[in-house]
């Protein structure tokens, strides 16, 4: 490294990495919220259960100690097979807003270490809600092998009024929602009232109507730790006293993330679901988050390889409302 310039890694100053990572961040307020230290503890603890080696990778360009960008990423490896993202979720690259050619050149090395590594898979994006690739993207393009796959996702912008976003719902919603209110008993659970148990019968109902247990218990202890800390939240709904659903919601800036959810089965020709996000939604709004965001959707317009599962997802997500944002992630091309 040049003189001025350095590295710093998560791995050997996780409390410094974090730290420059918070300055970076100012000039991303949409960065989006599941790049967080405690939830990105998730998927980590899900890529060790499942018998993954990690090697972190994630670190803060410096320059007189100052942050001009930062890499998000690890390599996971199980048996022959290796893959550089954040499990499930790809890497993030994000950037100064003035970039000189001799930060360029710094960035450039550092990519030129990750693609020396033994990789099956490569996964990296930027920031959400931006249109700006930052340089590390730049530079993976530039090479013969990747190529950017965009994506949509559906995100609700929670400044408008109540009434708006009613107006936003798909008409034959309103009736679905209002049975599931005056129906079900549906309860929010945040940092002020969480306890253990209420993941605990979340778990139980997602391992009996899954059929099998997913995921270790380590998994639903980090989403109750970050319910605890006050960056996410559940809602879980009960009809004659009997839990029929439950969803776990992202929350840890200014976006919320639809996460994971359970229903019953034999119930699945009632509206369980959606009084459940409108209730997240008016939630999130009171909170003070600006975006909702129901989740990646496979809107059969744009990809035409959809299943007929993702299209009655989109569909269903759909009635909510909202805007399609288009994303990216930038991949090897055996990906795509």
Request: a positive charge.
């Amino acid at each position: 490294m040049n003189r001025g310039y350095d590295i710093i890694y998560k791995r050997k100053d996780e409390k410094n990495f974090w730290k420059l990572f918070d300055v970076l961040k100012i000039k991303h307020p949409n960065i989006g919220s599941i790049y967080h230290p405690k939830i990105l503890d998730y998927y980590f603890t899900r890529a060790e259960d499942s018998g993954y080696e990690i090697q972190d990778f994630s670190c803060i360009f410096t320059y007189d100690n100052f942050p001009f960008s930062a890499f998000l990423g690890a390599k996971f490896t199980k048996g022959l097979f290796s893959e550089l993202n954040l499990f499930e979720l790809p890497c993030l690259a994000i950037d100064s807003t003035n970039i000189s050619l001799s930060k360029k050149k710094q960035i450039k090395s550092f990519l030129e270490i990750l693609l020396k590594l033994d990789l099956n898979k490569i996964q990296l994006k930027g920031p959400d809600l931006e249109s700006k690739i930052p340089i590390l993207c730049e530079f993976l393009l530039s090479q013969s092998n990747f190529r950017l796959n965009p994506s949509t996702t559906r995100v609700i912008e929670l400044a408008q009024s109540e009434d708006d976003l009613k107006r936003g719902i798909r008409k034959s919603y309103h009736s679905l929602i209002n049975w599931g209110l005056k129906t079900m008993k549906i309860e929010i659970y945040d940092k002020s009232n969480i306890k253990w148990d209420i993941v605990e019968n979340f778990r139980n109902l997602h391992i009996k109507e899954a059929r099998r247990e997913t995921r270790s218990i380590n998994t639903w202890q980090k989403q109750f730790e970050a319910i605890s800390l006050g960056l996410a939240f559940c809602i879980t709904a009960r009809l004659d006293e009997e839990l029929v659903s439950a969803a776990y919601f992202l929350c840890p800036d200014k976006i919320c993330y639809y996460g994971s959810s359970a229903s019953k089965r034999d119930l699945f020709d009632k509206p369980l679901n959606h009084a459940i996000i409108w209730k997240a939604i008016l939630e999130s709004k009171r909170r003070g988050i600006y975006f909702f965001n129901i989740g990646s959707t496979y809107e059969y317009k744009f990809n035409k390889l959809a299943t007929d599962k993702e299209k009655n997802i989109a569909y269903f997500k759909k009635g909510f409302g909202g805007n399609l944002v288009l994303n990216y992630i930038i991949e090897n091309k055996t990906q795509i």
